[in-house]
């Protein structure tokens, strides 16, 4: 397993050594973090002479875990370099509520096939950054399903309904008089419990979680635990402004194709940059012009998933089909369906994943489809025109037709 970026050896000779290496681990683990609650637990935690357990939940709402979510990840992996114990929980069960965090209407629920076959995805994924051997996973549906009534009432009685209603969004949805299920109460109280069930010493998450977090706190000292640390990392702005959301589409998945794992991160606005090499690649952007620097950022991206030779080659593949506007080497071989004339939108949703004929004909309204590299405007063309052509949707997406 490839080491995080920036990690750190250090030769620890000597009390001065030992103390000038505390320094610099906390410094580590806490890159980027906007909050370490409470001032001074992290510090206190770190001499108790053990490894932590350092936890992360994540609901598995989407198949993917996407760069934005990383970021906690790679704050686990820092712990994971010196020495402690980093527990993923895949949120099966607590899926089944829906975070309310960040959302002005109730999330929509996902049926169980949908959530199993989620968390099946989420391990390979987060291995991408996480050493598996100092990963414990666990699914949170291990202990949250055997909770009988009086538990759960139990669980209630820490955190009255005052104190959940403090948070932002349940205040907002309030004052717009927007409903709220008791369920999404509920929430932040089965994430906490969480807490509870693997005695964590430090919960990681983005800023949308503080809340949550805290709450685990609370909980923890009502079972008579030694209430965990509160570590939050910034939330990551995608391409469009807004937060990487799977959701929204506005995502790059950890495992996605090393072709557009390339092409998303070199969308990223040059504003943005600063953010992105100090949240996702954790150093410094090396001098140059942007277009450089963002280069040099999606190779350090796509390395980490796929490896150095396939981030090279997937720079040659952006450079040749969107900075030059060829078509690429490897361009696959499509059967045209029967018929004359043929139907160019049916050909784009069944060979180049255009989403639908709607989308493919407004595609081609648009410009964005070209026959040798001549753009097309009608959606029935003869089939002696298409046969042997070069089809191409949008900047990446190409196809040579031929007869079946």
């Known amino acids: 397993m490839r080491r995080r970026f920036g990690a750190r050896v250090f030769r620890r000779n000597g009390r001065k050594a030992l103390a000038s290496v505390a320094r610099v681990a906390i410094a580590d683990l806490t890159r ?10 992290l510090e206190a935690k770190l001499k108790l002479g053990r490894p932590l357990r350092v936890k992360l939940g994540i609901d598995v709402t989407s198949p993917d875990i996407h ?22 929980i895949i ?3 607590t899926t089944r509520i829906g975070d309310p965090s960040g959302r002005s209407a109730e999330r929509p629920i996902l049926s169980d096939e949908e959530i199993d076959r989620n968390a099946q995805t989420y391990l390979e994924q987060a291995m991408v950054v996480l050493d598996p051997e100092r990963t414990e996973v666990r699914h949170n549906g291990e202990w949250l399903s055997k909770l009988g009534y009086a538990d759960v009432v139990r669980l209630a009685r820490t955190i009255t309904v005052a104190r959940l209603l403090e948070r932002d969004d349940f205040a907002k949805r309030m004052a717009a008089r927007q409903p709220i299920s008791v369920s999404e109460l509920l929430y ?7 807490s ?3 005695e964590a010493d430090v ?26 640390v509160v570590l939050t990392t910034p939330l990551l702005l995608s391409w469009d402004g807004e937060k990487m959301s799977s959701s929204v589409g506005n995502n790059i998945p950890l495992t996605l194709d090393a072709n557009d794992m390339f092409g998303r991160t070199m969308r990223i606005p040059d504003e943005l940059l600063p953010d992105w090499w100090r949240l996702v690649a954790e150093r410094e952007p090396p001098p140059g012009e942007p277009m450089a620097q963002k280069l040099a950022l999606a190779r350090v991206v796509t390395a980490r998933s796929h490896g150095e030779e396939a981030a090279r080659q997937a720079e040659e593949h952006f450079t040749r089909v969107v900075r030059r506007h060829e078509a690429p080497e490897d361009v696959p071989a499509v059967a045209l369906p029967a018929g004359d004339p043929v139907h160019l939108p049916a050909v784009l949703v069944a060979s180049l994943g255009v989403a639908s004929t709607s989308e493919a004909r407004r595609l081609i309204a648009q410009g964005g489809v070209r026959l040798d590299g001549q753009v097309v405007g009608e959606v029935d063309l003869p089939r002696s025109r ?3 052509a070069l089809l191409q949707a949008g900047k990446r997406r190409y196809a040579r037709l031929q007869s079946a």
């Open 32 to 41: 980027n973090a906007v909050d370490v609650l409470p001032e001074g637990a």
């Open 188 to 194: 932040p109280l089965m994430q906490a419990y969480d």
């Open 386 to 388: 298409l046969e042997g």
């Open 91 to 93: 949120g099966d069960y």
């Open 196 to 198: 509870v069930a693997v």
């Open 67 to 88: 760069l934005g979510r990383a970021i906690p990840l790679q704050r686990m992996r820092a712990f994971q370099d010196e020495g402690h114990t980093g527990v993923l």
């Open 203 to 228: 919960e990681l998450g983005g800023t949308d979680q503080l809340y949550n977090l805290l709450a685990g706190r609370e909980v923890m000292a009502h079972y008579g635990l030694d209430p965990q």
